[in-house]
């Protein structure tokens, strides 16, 4: 394990990126999510589509590498927009020290931005339900399971269950 400090490890958002930083998220992605299948290209093809803002922590004392980040989407869906982390994890090394924390306060921060010229209706995310660390943590920041229940599975049989924070009501929807 990687003793860190959280404050001194910096989230910034991954504009522009290179080959280097799709690598090095493609090859943590692979290792975080391999119990649910193999997410090298997907994670580091997702980075470069249009509509996912991608946060990166980088570890100053290892050549800046990228050792955490967070896929955040904007979904324009019936003329508002929903919010989904795609995707969160940080290298083995470096979790259970508050840098999931950090992340999710970032991906946040970005929606209350974004909120101020565009209506932002829920943010959602998939996540197994026995991920304990995970769901632990989303919780805390209001997230809950959707009562439309699991999505489907994960590439490897593991269940995929949906949770999210709704921000405008149904009915209240323009
Ligand atoms: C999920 C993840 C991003 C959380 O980030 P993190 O920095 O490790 O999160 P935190 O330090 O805030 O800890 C979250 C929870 O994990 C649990 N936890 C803490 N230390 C732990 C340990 N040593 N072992 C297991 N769980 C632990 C606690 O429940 C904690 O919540 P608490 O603060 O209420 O006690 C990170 O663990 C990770 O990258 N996991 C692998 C990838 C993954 O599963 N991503 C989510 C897919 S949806």
Do not use: C
């Amino acid at each position: 394990m990687t003793h860190v400090n959280p404050d001194t490890l910096e989230v910034s958002i991954l504009a522009p990126y290179n080959n280097t930083d799709l690598f090095q998220i493609g090859e943590l992605a692979e290792d975080a999510f391999i119990r649910f299948g193999h997410y090298r290209e997907f994670i580091s093809a997702l980075v470069k589509e249009r509509g996912v803002i991608t946060a990166v922590i980088r570890d100053p004392e290892r050549d800046d590498d990228i050792i955490g980040f967070l896929l955040l989407g904007f979904i324009p869906v019936g003329g508002v927009f929903i919010a989904d982390i795609m995707a969160i994890a940080l290298e083995e090394g470096y979790r259970f020290q508050g840098l999931g924390k950090k992340l999710l306060d970032w991906a946040f921060e970005t929606i209350q931005k974004v909120s101020l010229s565009k209506q932002v209706k829920e943010l959602r995310l998939t996540v197994a339900q026995d991920n304990h660390p995970a769901v632990s943590l989303f919780k805390q920041y209001g997230f809950s399971f959707d009562r439309t229940g699991h999505l489907g599975n994960y590439p490897s049989g593991i269940t995929a269950s949906s949770m999210k924070i709704q921000f405008i009501d149904d009915e209240l929807e323009v």
